[in-house]
């Protein structure tokens, strides 16, 4: 496949989010247009925005795509609809959560995608497991090792080293 490079953002705090986001990386990796390239460690994260929740796991992907940057969109949120995602609360609990970080080097602001994902800069829940396998990778003019380097990374642990977690 000879597709663009797309990276992703995926959490979870409800149910089984390991296995919620482990599933939603095989469900994409057995598409014909979608190769799942390189995945972070899984982190377990505090909560973020709201905080009176339970905590989360994250991880980051790098995925080779033949679909567009809408398309890949599409494909996510019917995965998080499959895995009976619900959209109550801004920041709230949630099974699964996956968002498209970057794509390529788009850069796009549109009312559906915003491309680099407009907050993901600040965010070190995003940032630790996309430094995992993208340290060098350029967002906004710093590389994500850049960024780390300045987010909130407080609390943020390893939850499992193996970077194979999502194929158990």
Aim: net charge negative; proline share 5%; with cysteine.
């Amino acid at each position: 496949m000879t597709g663009a490079i797309a990276t992703l953002g995926l959490g979870g705090n409800l149910g089984e989010p390991r296995r919620a986001m482990a599933d939603a990386l095989q469900m994409l990796d057995a598409r014909r247009d979608c190769s799942v390239r390189a995945v972070s460690r899984l982190f377990r994260t505090p909560p973020w925005g709201k905080t009176d929740q339970a905590w989360f796991f994250n991880a980051c992907a790098e995925i080779e795509t033949t679909l567009g940057p809408e398309t890949l969109l599409d494909v996510c949120l019917d995965i998080e609809r499959q895995m009976k995602r619900v959209r109550d609360e801004r920041w709230g609990p949630r099974t699964i959560d996956i968002d498209v970080l970057t794509y390529g080097a788009l850069s796009q602001a549109d009312a559906r995608l915003e491309l680099p994902h407009p907050r993901m800069t600040t965010r070190g829940f995003v940032l630790m497991p996309l430094a995992d396998f993208a340290p060098a990778m350029t967002v906004d003019g710093r590389t994500i090792e850049d960024w780390l380097a300045d987010a909130d990374v407080s609390g943020i642990e390893v939850a499992d080293e193996d970077r194979q977690w999502w194929r158990a």
